[in-house]
């Protein structure tokens, strides 16, 4: 079973990540977080690397109906969206929402899930309108 939802784009990080932010808000995702992996592991390993972002998201109504099946979803909720640099272009990658399904084996987040594989395609789809998809 794939884990991932995955575009890779022809655009420049610093774009690409200013375009998820505006993609996932439309689909009704909020950024709570950002965490800079290469600033990171530059500020305490002194590792180079590409860049490197991870932007929490979160659909509060998704998460909310999750959460009433099971309070320990949360660990699996598909909250996180990577975005990096690839080569020339970049990738973003989302957790696919079926993989708190297919782990918890809780049937009653099949719906939840779907939702969420709607919305997150939706804005991942949006991001290749101009760009190649792989």
Not at 20 to 39: C, P, S, Y
Not at 108 to 113: F, N, Y
């Amino acid at each position: 079973m794939r884990y991932d939802r995955t575009v890779h784009l022809d655009t420049d990080f610093a774009i690409t990540v200013d375009r998820v932010r505006e993609a996932l808000a439309e689909q009704g995702f909020g950024i709570l977080t950002e965490i800079d992996v290469t600033a990171t592991l530059k500020a305490k390993l002194d590792h180079d690397m590409e860049d490197y972002v991870i932007l929490g998201a979160c659909n509060p109504p998704l998460a909310h109906r999750a959460l009433e099946v099971d309070r320990s979803v949360g660990l699996l909720l598909p909250c996180n969206v990577v975005v990096r640099s690839d080569g020339a272009g970049t990738v973003v990658q989302a957790l696919a929402p079926n993989t708190m399904v297919a782990l918890t084996e809780l049937d009653a987040l099949r719906p939840v899930a779907e939702e969420a594989t709607q919305r997150l395609d939706a804005a991942l789809t949006s991001l290749t309108t101009t760009d190649v998809t792989t």
